[in-house]
């Protein structure tokens, strides 16, 4: 009896014991330094997962950029993030101090985390984005140049939106294969027919990654990972899909190798694994870095161009006026005869703004990609520690109505000055500084060639008593939610 007793109580202390220890640990892990910027009331363990709406988490902060300013802490679980607003502190962490935030944390949901090209850090970030512009700008990749790829993409895209005959169709599908064909054409050396069989079941794997990426499961992997990991969910699909992709592009990497001629290079991968023989014996360039880099390439290109693309549609079908003016400079300037080339883009100011504000309004990356302190800074007054975690907002400055005139409205004159393109600083969709958008030249070229190569040849228009809406759909993107539009021949 008295031994029972003893065993119970020791057993409730024992509970209390851990329950305080376990509060007191999250308490100080989470305690702020003096100076850090100010951070709402935090929930223990939870952190401030009930300030955000998964159904819209750029929307439903505002409150708490009123209450707390441009600069303010919060924290999902065990992850801790500073997020930063406006234009004037934005430039200040990406652009004065930008040499302080190169680095990207590490995210549990991430395949690749601290290999390849979106999450890498340091040195081997430096090399493997260096060696990945200069081969993208046209050294090693061969004969054809990036823009002929383009251009035979172009060709098909036309022919394949000339089959629908004017009919309602769901453009995301035929899209989606363009641009993906662009990057696999740069990568592995050859495009896809749209109707092969391996190519879809590539995509959709990709797709499924891209758009589970917003789902609640995700989100609660991210944020304690280690619970997360034994239950169903998203993140178990998401895991999967990755596995499948690396293991296809380990196979491509390994025919490349079987017909390789060191002295030739047909495409990236060629490129790169002439690198590796250079590198022989350093950490640098690796055949495991080349799978994650190539991916890198598939993943960060693909959905960004094309859900622009779906945007660009959608607004020109919802404004046909905007449209028509597109349509007449391209007559202007190209005509019917020859397929557009990059070089009308400085003769097209107009079309170029409509792409410009095209991005602008449908903001499809509202926030940038995390960055990581990797020292201690001072911003805006307050102390960032190094390992910090960043967000930027991108949002708050592609829609901040001291920078433009109608930040609500579609207006094409946001990006125009007494009939001369603009080019605005605020204009942030690819953001700025040293680890902006490395495919910014490439996505330009494509949304630039595809948008008059398609208005070149049709007039799109809502389908017989539709309307087409412009709620975005939450990914890793925001993508336009599916629609099906009529592409009339011109
Ligand atoms: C409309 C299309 C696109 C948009 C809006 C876009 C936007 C962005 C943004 C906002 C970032 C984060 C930059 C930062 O951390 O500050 C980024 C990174 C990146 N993008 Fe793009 N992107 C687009 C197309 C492409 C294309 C076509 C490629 C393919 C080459 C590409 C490759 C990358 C890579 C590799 C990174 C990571 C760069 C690094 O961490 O150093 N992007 N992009
Ligand atoms: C991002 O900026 C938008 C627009 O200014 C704002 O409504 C939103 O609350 C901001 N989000 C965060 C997390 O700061």
Known sequence: MLHFLWDSISFHTLLIFLIVFLFVADYMKNRNPKNFPPTPLRLPFLGHIYMMDFKAPHITVQKYTEKYGDIFGMSMGSMKFVVVNGMRLVKEVLVNQGDNFLDRPEIPMDMFSKIGLISSSGHLWKAQRRFTLSTLRNFGLGKRSVEERIQEECRFLVDAFKDEQGNPFDPQFTLT??????????????????QD????????????IVFLQGAITTQLYNSFPSIMKFLPGAHQTISKNWKSLKSYMEEQINKHKEDWNPSESRDYI??????????????????????????????????????????????????????????????????QARQPVLEDRNNMPYTNAVIHEVQRKANIVPFSMP??????????????PKGTVLTINITSVMFDKSEWETPDTFNPGHFLKDGKFWKRESFLAFSVGKRACLGEVLARSELFLFFTSLLQKFTFQAPLDTTLSLQPLMGITMAPQPYKICAVPQ
């Open 371 to 384: 960055r990581m302190a990797e020292k201690d800074t001072m911003v805006d007054g307050f102390f960032i």
């Open 270 to 335: 060629d490129s790169y694994l002439q690198e590796i023989a250079k590198d022989k014996g350093s950490d640098t360039f690796r055949e495991e870095h080349l799978v994650a880099c190539t991916l890198d390439l598939m993943f960060a290109g693909t959905e960004t161009t094309s859900s622009t693309l779906r945007w660009a549609l959608l607004f020109m079908a919802l404004h046909p006026e905007i449209q028509a003016r597109v349509q007449a400079e391209i007559d202007a300037v190209i005509g």
């Open 177 to 194: 294969n363009a641009v993906s064909n662009v990057i696999c054409s740069l990568t592995l050396g050859n495009r896809f027919d749209y």
């Open 197 to 208: 069989e391996d190519f879809q079941k590539l995509l959709k794997l990709m797709h499924e």
